[in-house]
C-alpha cells in the first residue's frame, strides 16, 4: 500500500510543484523515487515527529498541499498535541500517512503499536481513509490531495497480518 500511495503523490507531484511530503521516517525505500526526483519537493526532518507537524503547518501556511508520512504510532500519537495545535485548532488542512497500525511492527515492540490511532484522529475531526486495495488506495491519495480538511490515511503494513514467528509470545495475541 504504501508504495502505490507514493506512486500516487509522485505523479500528483509531477504536476503540481506545491505538493510536498514531510517525513520522520528514516529508512523507507518507497520514498527514494520522488525524493530524488522532486527533492525541492520532500523533507526528511529525521527522527522528530513534533517538528515534522510544526514544519508542515509552516508549509501550509505559505500555500502548500503537505502530506507527512511516519509509522503510524509516530504520525498520530506521539504529534497528537502538535496535530491539534498546529492543524485541527486552525482549521488547517493536511495528509497525515501512517503506515503499520495494530501490531503490524509486532517485532519492534509496543512503541511501534498502535490502537488508538483512528478515535484520536477523529477527535481531531480528521477524515479517515483505510484502503485495502490498489484502487481504493489511489482514489484515497486522490480525495486527500483536494486539501479540503484533515485526513489521515492509516496503511496496513505489507500484507496487513502479523507474521510472528511460530511459538513466539505475540502468535497467540488476539487482536
Not at 51 to 80: D, E, H, W
Not at 108 to 125: I, Q, R, S
Amino acid at each position: 500500500m504504501r508504495d502505490i500511495v507514493f506512486e500516487t503523490l509522485y505523479d500528483l507531484a509531477g504536476r503540481d510543484r506545491n505538493l510536498i511530503i514531510v517525513t520522520a521516517d528514516m529508512g523507507a525505500p518507497a520514498l527514494d523515487r520522488f525524493r530524488d526526483t522532486f527533492s525541492d519537493q520532500f523533507i526528511d526532518v529525521g527522527i522528530s515527529e513534533q517538528a515534522m507537524v510544526a514544519v508542515s503547518a509552516g508549509l501550509v501556511l505559505s500555500g502548500k498541499k503537505v502530506f507527512t508520512y511516519a509509522i503510524a504510532p509516530f504520525a498520530t500519537l506521539r504529534c497528537y498535541e502538535a496535530l491539534k495545535v498546529n492543524f485541527a485548532m486552525q482549521g488547517l488542512p493536511v495528509c497525515v500517512i501512517g503506515v503499520g497500525g495494530g501490531q503490524t511492527y509486532w517485532e519492534a515492540g509496543p512503541t511501534h503499536h498502535t490502537f488508538d490511532d483512528v478515535p484520536l484522529m477523529k477527535l481531531l475531526g480528521a477524515k479517515i481513509l483505510q484502503p485495502e486495495t490498489k484502487r481504493e488506495c489511489v482514489r484515497a491519495v486522490k480525495r486527500a490531495y483536494r486539501m479540503d480538511g484533515m485526513y489521515y490515511l492509516r496503511l496496513a503494513r505489507g500484507s496487513g497480518k502479523i507474521e510472528a514467528p511460530k511459538g513466539s509470545k505475540w502468535e497467540k495475541r488476539v487482536l
